[in-house]
């Protein structure tokens, strides 16, 4: 991926931690490896993220022979108490990410080529 095509302004909408509990709901069987690949992050990064999440209940895992399958609970709640009231699952509708499903809306903006 070439770095001028990513902006790099200081700051983020989402956490690594909300990139990468998306990318699980979009698909609960899928590797660390890809989901690295698909937050930019390393799988060393994503490893601890999964941890951080088990820990605190937004994520659980079962093992599937040699890969994982990850469950988000429902009803969790967002962390913070300034987003007290919409669910984890609030969150990930906003994404247009639907546990054990594809993202509704998985494709390139408008303005940006594909590639």
Same mark, same amino acid.
């Given at each position: ?12 909408? +989402? ?5 990468? +509990?998306? =990318? %699980? /709901? ?8 890809? %989901?690295?690949?698909?937050? +930019?992050?390393?799988?060393? =990064?994503?490893?601890? &993220? &999964? ?20 469950? &988000?609970?429902? $009803? ?23 546990? $054990? $499903? ?11 080529? /594909? $590639?």
């Amino acid at each position: 991926m070439d770095d001028a095509e990513l902006p790099r302004t200081g700051w983020t909408f +989402l956490t690594n931690h909300a990139r990468v +509990l998306a =990318a %699980i /709901a979009r698909d609960p069987g899928v590797r660390v490896r890809d %989901i690295a690949a698909r937050c +930019l992050l390393t799988e060393r =990064a994503v490893q601890k &993220i &999964i941890a951080d999440l088990e820990a605190d209940g937004y994520l659980t895992h079962t093992r599937n022979g040699r890969s994982n399958r990850y469950q &988000i609970p429902e $009803g969790t709640v967002l962390r913070h108490p300034a987003d007290a009231g919409p669910t984890v699952a609030d969150l990930l509708s906003l994404l247009s990410v639907h546990q $054990g $499903g594809n993202a509704v809306r998985d494709e390139q903006p408008p303005d940006r080529p /594909a $590639g």
